[in-house]
């Protein structure tokens, strides 16, 4: 059930700013990494995915990062609409194909117009 | 392409009943779908592994014979929900995996009154 006292870290940005939600994974033999956007009611979106073999990806005005000696992974957002408000969830997996997805608490981006 | 159904959307049933719950993926085959829950401001949590033509993997903690899946062809996973209970009510959402990535449903509302 729901932990008592349990909240969604939030990251509240202007339109038209930049975004950086950022992620710590857990598992140093973690190969492949997945951001996903969940609207409310929804099921989560794919966004982009990067190899544990790659330090950068990027696609239409979102980019990824990994920082594998950290264990530190972060979605950067461009030029945010009032279209991207949603929970940003990473997901980590040990195998290059994605089968046991481990998904972090995920971070709430607010527009504020 | 990589489209994934689930059906119903919502559901609400009495204390005591049997939900089914159908996810379908519409645009490829898909040996294996996976099943998760997800309750209120928390992540998603996986509970179990669906595999086309053989037994489901369930997750430590997920009661196999209460969450009963069902792969029996390779568009369609069923999940059942049986003897429900209001502690069951949760968002409950399938993935498949078409290639590399996991593509998720819309998710299904189950409440247990």
Redesign the interface.
């Known amino acids: 059930?729901?932990?008592v006292g349990?909240?969604?870290p939030t990251l509240s940005v202007q339109e038209g700013d930049n975004s950086i939600i950022n992620c710590a994974y857990s598992n140093s033999a973690s190969d492949?990494f997945?951001w996903?956007k969940q609207e409310s009611?929804?099921?989560?979106?794919?966004i982009i995915?990067i190899r544990s073999n790659m330090d950068k990806r990027q696609g239409q005005r979102v980019t990824v990062l990994l920082n594998k000696t950290v264990k530190h992974l972060s979605l950067q957002i461009a030029a945010t609409q009032p279209g991207d408000s949603a929970v940003y969830?990473c997901a980590e997996s040990p195998l290059?194909?994605?089968?046991?997805?481990?998904?972090?608490?995920?971070t709430r981006l607010t527009i504020n117009p | 392409g990589a489209v994934?159904s689930?059906h119903p959307s919502r559901v609400i049933c009495k204390s005591g009943t049997s939900v089914k719950i159908e996810c379908r993926s519409l645009d490829f085959q898909a040996t294996?779908m996976?099943w998760y829950r997800q309750?209120?401001?928390?992540?998603?949590?996986?509970m179990a592994?669906s595999n086309e033509g053989s037994k489901a993997t369930y997750e430590q903690g997920v009661e196999k014979d209460k969450f009963l899946i069902n792969h029996a062809s390779l568009t369609l996973s069923t999940l059942t929900v049986t003897s429900a209970h209001p502690?069951d009510s949760s968002f409950y959402?399938c993935?498949a995996?078409p290639?590399?990535?996991?593509?998720?449903?819309?998710?299904t509302?189950l409440l247990v009154l």
């Open positions: 059930g729901e932990s349990l909240h969604l492949y997945i996903y009611g929804k099921g989560p979106q794919f995915d969830f290059v194909r994605a089968q046991k997805l481990v998904f972090g608490q995920g | 994934v689930q294996t996976f309750f209120p401001k928390q992540s998603l949590m996986l592994t502690e959402i993935s995996l290639r590399e990535t996991q593509y998720f449903g819309p998710g509302r």
